[in-house]
């Protein structure tokens, strides 16, 4: 938080909306930044399995920027989320048990991999806000009242559902507690993936009538998953998204905050890398929002000296033009974004050392692994 003191608010604005997708709107945030009113982030996570790179580094290195900007920074750990969603074993007790016991402590351990100060994060958890604060419910309602039922079932693509897909009533109560979520804790920035957004518009849309400010909102980018993508049956550019994004059900399309050095490789190595394509692949995409998020970064590519010898690219935009001129092979990039991740996700492995952390990890394993 100390950074946060010498900024002007031109470069917490700067810091903020750095590497984002979208701001919803750039100037109701440095409007609120001019107020002088304290910045109250929020992030929600369905507990819904490991925490993998797109939850565990890529969003908490925006985390970390809304920390430095000085925000109080609060992680959502939304048990109830994950029971209407059939998380795990569908029950809300396992639900509520991992969110501490598994969750919390790998949202650590990543923040430990990024730079970060584990003991600065606030982690607050749905089913004890709930049984403290019984208006939520009440909010609830309010949300809902103000929403039509159509808009709701299209925000339950933050689900990770299509738009019209069968499921039981109790989906279209989660867009309405997640709007919630946010007026209960008094966010004023609501951040998630892109994926997210339509239930944010619906919390910003809904903000008047329950009586609560309009969140500003911000959304950073979903990383792609390791696999070719199917894009047969993606109509529009939202379902385009979803078949695009790496996936905690789909355990070879992402790479875990804990896997081992191993896993990284091999997962790394059999990724969809089309030589010479820079817009439908993982390996670029992971380097231009990973490797390549802070300025100044480089990646240094070892080569042997009858391929041309080692390369070091000082820019994305550096690595992506040698890349799409097929200056670069697939496989010499794949061997090195590897290492960089194994370098990277270090502390996160030793932190998953410990025998507790260590017995939540294979619980969490157990959990989510299919039936042979």
Known sequence: MEKCIFMTNEEKLKLITRNLEETLTEEELKSLLESGKPLRHYIGFEISGKVHLGTGLATLLKVKDLHDAGAETVIWLA?????????????????????????????KAAYLCIGGDPETLVFKQGSELYSDRPEFWAMVVKVSKATTISRMMRSTTIMGRQAGDSSDAATLLYPAMQAADIFTLEANIAHAGTDQRNVHVVARDAAKAVGEQKPVAIHHHLLQGLLKPDLNDAEDKEAQK???????????SAVFIHDTTEEIKRKVNNAFCPEGEVEFNPILDWSKH?????????????????????????????????????????????????????????PARKYFEDPKRKAALEEIERLTSKPS
């Open 79 to 107: 048990d109830w989320h994950g029971w209407i969603n059939n998380k795990l074993d569908g029950t809300l007790e396992t639900s509520q048990k991992m969110a501490r016991q598994y969750f919390e402590e790998a949202m």
């Open 242 to 252: 979803l078949a695009l994004k790496m996936s905690k059900s789909k355990p070879d």
């Open 290 to 346: 990973l490797v390549f998020f802070e300025e100044g970064s480089s990646l240094t590519i070892k080569r042997a000296e009858k391929w041309g010898g080692d390369l070091t690219f000082n820019s994305y935009s550096e690595l992506e033009d040698a890349y799409s001129k097929k200056e670069l092979h697939p496989q010499d990039l794949k061997a090195a974004v590897a290492e960089w991740l194994i370098e990277k996700l270090e």
